[in-house]
């Protein structure tokens, strides 16, 4: 089983949007996907409640919810046939939770929009990820999507070259566009629209796609609870996270308010915006995999 976390503390980035889309695309690939909802706002829940009868099967749980009847544990558990699970997390998590919500997950997704706040914001997340939910670079299970792009424009230009000061991989840019407002109006997901309505769209999440069939899944049983603590936990060695010297400049730099793209003159490596360039350490998916990204002929 795959564990998906969509994170980012900084309110509007998209986090939801991409959630129920990606949900639902391993929905209509034939997986058997949860949804998990920990933003109190609900939005997640809602779109799931709008889905009709007929459509692809979403389990969903509300997270956010608290039932003083019940352990925390157990209004987490997961379905006994989940293969999927997306977790989309509130804005403002605080730091100390996130070792307890990205525990087991195999893949924590960044979403950032092209300005100046989200581009600080995004280094402390991902520096929260590495220092705070210790997440080694080397396991490259975090990686950044740029949202609601418009390409050709200087803060594009600036986002990019931030991002590549950090040496995390972006699996995908995604561009400002109408179809996932409707699609977040319906209760439906990019791939489940007209093909020839959302094709421009569709193409731009294959990236990201690609990258998640390659990750290796970490040990999750299904039926067990999804959000675990620390002391519920099997124990295991704890590594210190490997942080290059410039990525460490480069998430001091906007920790401290300072514009990144402008000061930092150290760039590590080539954005990556390929699956193939992003998971040379990963195994290769399956030919079969029925998560791999589908023909949009």
Known sequence: MQKIVL????????????????????????LKPTLMDLDAQGSSTRWLNKRAKGQAVIHGIAAYERNSRVTRSFATRLPLDTERLIVDTPAALEGQLLPDITRNATAVLVPVLPSDIDI???????SDLLL??????????????????????????????????LNIPVVATLRDSQNYIRAAETGLGLFEM???????????????????????????????PA????????ASPTVSPVVSQAANSALTTAAAGVNPVITSPVVTSAVVVTPVATAEAAPAASE????????LG
């Open 120 to 126: 600080h914001a995004a280094a402390k997340c991902i």
């Open 227 to 234: 959000i675990t603590s620390a002391s519920t936990a099997a």
């Open 194 to 224: 007209k093909p020839n309505q959302v094709r421009e769209d569709m193409e731009q999440w294959l990236p990201l796609i690609g990258w998640l069939a390659q990750r290796r899944p970490l040990h999750i049983a299904p039926g067990t």
């Open 132 to 165: 705070i939910a210790k997440i080694r670079r080397e396991e490259q299970r975090i990686a950044v999507i740029a949202n609601r792009v418009k390409k050709n424009t200087l803060v594009y230009k600036a986002l990019m070259k931030f991002l590549e000061t």
């Open 288 to 295: 079969t995999d029925p998560a791999a990204p589908p023909p």
């Open 7 to 30: 994170l980012n503390p900084k309110g509007g980035s998209g986090k939801t949007t991409i959630a129920i889309n990606l949900v639902s695309y391993f929905a209509v690939c034939g």
